[in-house]
């Protein structure tokens, strides 16, 4: 499989997904970056053979929510380290009909809906503002060898869907789900962005895994619970582990 190279792989992983299992350590580093301290430390180690870098979005273990997080520290972190391709593993609540509990999509759209975050490298002299084409947030290529490692390890996956973002850490509301759903997304999810425009913005290819973990607000009967959400994400995160082998096994070195 001709495919990006898995050398400079990261994986950020989301809830339900601090540490990565079968992960054997190389080394652990904790980096500081013009934008102060990165979520957790960058571990490196080797995953089917080859390696990775991983990094637990909201620390190890879970403490920063999601408006909280340095994203611009945790971009720039793996740069440093030489990633340049990004597998973001992400906890997602489902909103059209194919967005079941303990499912799997590959998005390749966004609609961002957060506020007051530090979304951009390019505000300071070294970095002058800009504009840079968003048109795809998603990497196709990364996008394609996603869902072509989902089929080798039989894990079934929706290959499209919008990801809308919305601030956290709160849950939304059944009125706010409803207008997402006539913007046109399918996810709704509090880390999409500006993760994935940053990493756009350094030339760092970027898709996501989003688990889903729940019904979004008014699409199953009853409120949401932790419990829901927790039994969700032990299906779906093995799914998604399952997948994350698949694509480093068949990926080039």
Known sequence: MTNLHLTKLGIIGGTGLTQLADLTLIKRESLTTPYGQPSADF????????????????????????????????????????????????????????????????????????????????????????HIDFSFPYNPKLRAALCAAAAQAGVAVTQTGTYGCTQGPRLETIAEITRME????????????PEAALAKEIGMAYASVSVIANWAAGKSAGEITMAEIEQNLHIGMANAAKLLKAYIAMADD
């Open 43 to 130: 571990i490196t180690g080797e995953l089917a053979g080859k390696t990775v870098v991983f990094l637990a979005r909201h620390g190890n273990p879970h403490t920063i929510p999601p408006h909280k997080i340095n994203y611009r520290a945790n971009i720039w972190g793996l740069k440093q380290l030489g990633v340049d391709n990004i597998i973001a593993v992400a906890a997602v609540g489902g909103i059209s009909p194919a967005m079941a509990p303990a499912h799997i999509a590959i998005p390749d759209q966004l609609i961002d809906y957060s506020y007051g975050r530090k979304h951009t490298f390019f505000e300071t002299e070294d970095y002058p503002v800009t």
């Open 182 to 193: 006539q913007d046109g997304c399918d996810l709704v999810g509090m880390t999409g962005m």
